[in-house]
């Protein structure tokens, strides 16, 4: 993929470089210690290889080095966006191997996002209050990601709804955007999640793991902060987006805090898993997922960037609903 091809192909490649990377790990993930054998807190019912978000991982920063090569302005926010959430792909798969306690991984994402945070100087531009507000929804959200990678196909198709509609609006609202780097990482970060969803739409031949579901939880959030600091979006339309994960992770974790639970450990409590069980499988609850995204979430986003006073009513508006379907999903039988 040299740096000055034409740029329509760079999508296709990495594409091609994720489903292959995915593909070589299906036949190899038994030698490496990437099957997952189904629990009492699993969504599947079969040993299944997982790991395979390292396909996401490859192909993504590979798309990030072509970028570099192409464009001087990728080494101010995108190589370290890109470097740090090496890192954090490292431990996500080397937790996909060897499972780690919970403290040294949620202090890990704290650096990890910390450091993006300088290093964007977060604090010039927003204030300290902003920078500490930043930084809590930073880790919140990396481990929400991790958290809503569940069921097949739903992590993966997330990411790709939220980044080509972060591209799409960026574009359509501030479009010398569309030659920024960071702006076209964005569509290779898309065309990754495709490869991978080639081997995990439903029924999945492999899992994401922690190496794809924290890389990408990451990476969203670095992207979001440079568009936020390019002033091409805004918070409340990346909460918009994101609107979904968010609200079911954090209305399930608030309620295993409050009955007591151990919420650190995995387990099958959040609305998509109930529904996968109700309806007898993924692709419908994927589907839905998609659907709202489509014809709800990304409406709203669109309104909230060009009705910036009307924003966080609209943000109101994307949660209030989801909030309600959510607590009606979980009233209904015991998890």
């Known amino acids: 993929m040299a740096a000055d ?47 395979g978000g390292l396909g996401i991982v490859v192909a993504g920063l590979a798309g990030a080095v072509w970028l570099a090569m192409s464009d001087p302005r990728a080494d101010i926010q995108l190589l370290p966006i890109a470097g740090l959430s090496l890192a954090i792909a490292g431990l996500g798969l080397w937790d996909d191997i060897r499972p780690m306690p919970a403290a040294p991984r949620l202090l890990a994402h704290t650096l990890a996002c910390l450091g993006a945070l300088w290093w964007l100087d977060v604090g010039a531009a927003f204030g300290l209050a902003a920078f500490g507000l930043f930084w809590f929804a930073g880790v919140w959200w990396l481990n929400l990601f991790n958290f809503m990678d569940g069921i097949d196909g739903l992590a993966g198709a997330q990411a790709l709804f939220m980044a080509l509609a972060a591209a799409l609006l960026a574009a359509l609202v501030t479009p010398e955007a569309a030659g920024h780097p960071v702006w076209r990482w964005l ?149």
């Open 187 to 335: 569509p290779l970060i898309a065309a990754a999640c495709v490869g991978f969803l080639g081997w995990n739409w439903p029924p999945a031949r492999i899992f994401m793991g922690d190496v794809g579901s924290t890389w990408l939880g990451f990476v969203l959030f670095g992207v979001a902060l440079a568009t936020m600091l390019e002033s091409w979006l805004t918070a409340p339309v990346w909460l918009i987006l994101g609107a979904l994960f968010v609200a079911d992770a954090s209305l399930t974790l608030l309620r295993r805090m409050a009955r007591g639970e151990a919420w650190t450990q995995a387990h099958r409590s959040h609305a998509y898993q109930r529904l996968a069980r109700r309806w007898h499988g993924h692709r419908p609850v994927t589907m839905l997922a998609l659907s709202i995204n489509l014809l709800y979430l990304l409406p709203l986003a669109f309104a909230a960037l060009h009705w910036p006073d009307f924003a966080w009513a609209l943000v109101a508006l994307a949660y209030a609903p989801l909030i309600v379907a959510i607590l009606t999903i979980r009233s209904d039988g015991p998890d």
């Open 5 to 51: 091809g034409p740029h329509w192909l760079a999508p296709i490649l990495v594409a091609l470089l994720a489903y292959g990377v995915v593909g070589l790990l299906v036949g190899r993930a038994g030698r490496l210690g990437l099957v997952h054998a189904p629990n009492a807190r699993s969504s599947h019912s079969q040993p299944t290889p997982h790991g």
